[in-house]
């Protein structure tokens, strides 16, 4: 028996061969090198440039070249730049570090959108994923790593850490965020924002901590601090808690964290402070030391700790006359040498044993270790 084979035509698609797509899957602006983003600053703390940070992928089939990455700065002084790449080949990756030369920005809100293209760019199937955009306001007052209340509604999210969060943490508990100062300030207190279930009658304890005693597990050495003040009704309504210095205290340039001791009184009044994970932040951009253990840990994306100055929080209770400290000499801008020692991903960074004394003055003690602690809210 004769067999007929009949060819039939092959008809190839070259798009399902030879397809091209360029993502940027990171994206971030920030005032310090230190941070892949913040929420608020003053104009003089930003200072003469904004950091652009850009994690560029190719997960097509072709190589894109002439990558470009236009920056969008829209505000009160817009500012717009284009920055260029490196060729990508299928499967590769990049990062993007540069800085954007910028004017003193005027005050208000800004929204910055990030746009990647490449020549190959006109044959992609999903421009999407190359723009990311990005927020901050620029303040007279305030500097803030969180942009809860920048950042719109529909593109933020917010969870929360306290003295609930974690076995043995219902007193001592200290949240950290990092800010970068550009100039020498006059510091007038503090802010944090309160997370649902605070309750009234806890207790806070702000502090501004050196970057390279924290990284070595010291958390008991403040350049500056407040003395604990009772959370009152009032707060827990307005969702904030703001408490001043009494007279301005100076802070040189440099890097520093930014603190808030937290305290239960045994559970009995549980407090928990909100923590801005709308966009991925550097590891140590926010730190959390554990009282149980006396571990300082990479918990914390954004937390919502923040620094007033000026006549920020005129009006506010001043603490009581020589509470207190006097300005350290501050070798903060040390955190600039630890590029590199820091791997991605959570960690420990050291640890702290209190002594005998008060809480508010207790000794360093550190030793080794890397982790980090589960269990956070979430909104």
Request: proline fraction near 8%; include cysteine.
């Amino acid at each position: 028996m004769e067999r007929l084979i009949t060819a039939l035509p092959l008809i190839i698609t070259m798009g399902a061969f030879c397809q091209a797509d360029l993502r940027l899957t990171e994206a971030g602006i920030s005032n310090s090198t230190r941070t892949r983003s913040f929420g608020s600053a003053p104009s003089l703390q930003v200072g003469s440039a904004l950091q652009i940070r850009a994690t560029i992928d190719n997960p097509g089939t072709i190589s894109h070249t002439s990558i470009t990455l236009m920056v969008e700065i829209a505000g009160p002084s817009p500012v717009n730049t284009l920055l260029t790449a490196a060729n990508l080949d299928p499967g590769e990756s990049d990062i993007l570090l540069e800085p954007v030369p910028i004017p003193l920005l005027a005050e208000g809100l800004y929204t910055a959108t990030l746009t990647l293209s490449s020549a190959e760019s006109g044959s992609e199937s999903n421009l999407a994923n190359n723009v990311q955009v990005r927020y901050f306001s620029i303040t007279n007052n305030t500097c803030a790593l969180d942009g809860i209340g920048v950042i719109p509604a529909g593109a933020s999210s917010v969870a929360w850490i306290g003295t609930s969060t974690f076995p043995d943490a219902e007193d001592g508990l200290i949240l950290m965020s990092y800010v970068d100062l550009k100039t020498g300030t006059e510091v007038e207190g503090f802010e944090a924002l309160l997370a649902p279930g605070t309750q009234a009658g806890a207790e806070v304890h702000f502090m501004v901590l050196d970057t390279t005693d924290v990284l070595n597990g010291d958390v008991y050495n403040p350049l500056l601090e407040t003395t604990p003040s009772a959370i009152t009704p009032s707060d827990v309504t307005n969702g904030t808690v703001q408490i001043a210095l009494g007279s301005g205290e100076e802070l040189p340039p440099g890097g520093y964290f930014v603190a808030i001791e937290l305290f239960s009184l045994g559970g009995a009044h549980p407090v928990s402070i909100k923590d801005d994970v709308s966009n991925d932040e550097d590891p140590i951009a926010s730190l959390m030391y554990h009282p149980g253990d006396f571990q300082v840990y990479s918990n914390g994306n954004a937390v919502a700790v923040r620094l007033r100055m000026g006549d920020a929080i005129n009006g506010l209770n001043d603490p009581e006359p020589g509470a207190r400290l006097s300005l350290y000499p501050n070798p903060a801008n040390d955190v600039l040498r630890i590029t590199g020692l820091v791997p991605a991903g959570p960690h420990l960074f050291g640890s702290a044993m209190p002594s005998e004394e008060p809480h508010w003055k207790q000794a360093r003690r550190t030793a080794p270790s890397m982790s980090r602690r589960c269990g956070q809210g979430h909104t």
